[in-house]
């Protein structure tokens, strides 16, 4: 069972969440701190208390933009200690998940968070806590990980939110929101948008999470490694071109080579090729001029 810190500045948000993590029945105890500087004076002296203590915390839910330091600030800070608490980022901003990764948390939950999404987090603390042998005294909520859609292949469709009850006191899923083919599900504020993968130029990898770059210049964070994309998407001609870069060929607007450095132009956008993929993408933009 989790023992869990939650730090947020504003008030009508630390007490929602709250409220969902002590609904959950991995989470022993949720505590609330307003700021940074009352969050790491529990968390110093949780972790002075040792593993066994009274006031052990297991993970921090984290906000990043608050007065002072931030939640990457102390994030940092944790990040000294021998045995930190798993870290879980609540944010409403899309842009610090690389950071956020990097600083080896858990997960990272965009606002306004969802039940079943937060449950997910807990869920992955949970089984990273090495606390998975305190079985919960109840069902822990089902965080249903998001199905694959017949309409194109691979290509993720929104959460299933909840599970109503059907006869027999079965469990009958709700049905996803159906999207158009060739599209992909993306997240923004709670709210679930479809994108079309021919609108898409350019992928980038961010930690577990990829960043689509689409021909109008707006971009958009879905929960997918570059590596699960580039295998999807290969068929619509999508190619990889370095460790952090997913492109699709028809986008390619110039290939330079310049001091034994290549690199590509995709729209505004400028990305490095490395030498491993550097062959293969010129043949590629060659076979596609030809033909």
Do not use: C, N
């Not at 002296?45 to 600030?73: K, N």
């Not at 699709?248 to 505004?268: F, K, Q, Y």
């Amino acid at each position: 069972m989790l023992r869990v810190l939650a730090v947020d500045d504003e008030k009508p948000l630390l007490e929602e969440l709250l409220y969902l993590l002590r609904s959950d029945p991995r989470v022993l105890s949720a505590e609330g701190a307003s700021d940074a500087t009352e969050a790491l004076r529990r968390i110093t002296r949780a972790l002075e208390s040792g593993p066994d203590g009274a006031d052990v915390i297991d993970v921090v839910f984290l906000d990043i933009h608050m007065a002072g330091l931030t939640g990457l600030d102390i994030a940092r800070l944790l990040a000294g200690f021998a045995r930190p608490p798993l870290i879980v980022f609540v944010t409403a901003h899309e842009g610090f998940a690389v950071q956020a990764f990097d600083l080896k948390a858990v997960d990272y939950v965009l606002k306004p968070v969802r039940p079943e999404r937060l449950a997910e987090a807990v869920r992955r603390a949970w089984e990273q806590s090495g606390r998975t042998g305190e079985r919960p005294t109840t069902a822990a909520p089902e965080a249903v990980s998001a199905p694959e859609s017949p309409g194109a292949p691979g290509a993720p469709v929104a959460p299933v939110a909840a599970l109503p009850a059907a006869r027999g006191g079965e469990r009958a899923p709700e049905r996803a929101p159906e999207r158009a083919p060739d599209q992909i599900a993306v997240e923004l504020g709670g709210v679930t948008r479809f994108v079309a993968i021919a609108d898409i130029a350019y992928v980038e990898a961010q930690g577990d999470y990829a960043r689509l770059h689409t021909d109008e210049g707006t971009s958009h964070l879905v929960r997918i490694p570059l590596a699960t994309l580039e295998e999807r998407w290969a068929a619509r001609g999508f190619v990889r071109i370095h460790r952090r870069h997913l492109v699709a060929l028809a986008r390619i607007d110039e290939l330079r080579l310049d001091s034994g450095t290549t690199t590509v132009r995709v729209g505004s956008a400028e990305l490095q090729v490395s030498r491993r993929h550097t062959r293969e993408l010129r043949d590629l933009l060659m076979r596609q001029a030809m033909g």
